[in-house]
């Protein structure tokens, strides 16, 4: 079974803090941060800030992508308010790979 971890705070907007969400996914569990930041932070320091690295030890950010909301972004994206900053596990398998094999298969 799936677990979802989800802190929300909601507060008044004011014009010198922003809202954004760090999420990760392992196979077992699926975490969404909410943290209060000053306009203008990076991905890199939102990530750094919510404290994600500290529970999930495998996340590197010199070698996994990120995105916000699903589009792929450099490290060094300013965030706006109320992005979702996405942290991509490596893929297991190579999905050309994968499609290949499948092929043959499926020829025999």
């Not at 994600?52 to 990120?66: A, C, G, H, P, S």
């Not at 490596?90 to 094999?101: G, I, S, V």
């Amino acid at each position: 079974m799936q677990q979802m971890e989800y802190k929300v705070w909601r507060v008044r907007q004011r014009a010198d803090v922003i809202n954004v969400e760090v999420a990760y996914a392992t196979a077992d569990e699926q975490v969404i941060l909410a943290l209060q930041a000053r306009p203008g932070i990076t991905v890199e320091e939102a990530i750094r800030r919510s404290g994600i690295q500290q529970r999930f030890v495998e996340i590197d950010l010199t070698r996994q992508k990120v995105g916000v909301f699903s589009r792929p972004v450099e490290l060094t994206q300013r965030l706006r308010n109320n992005d979702r900053v996405e942290i991509y596990r490596p893929l297991r398998a190579d999905p050309k790979e994968m499609r290949r094999q499948r092929a043959k298969r499926e020829a025999q």
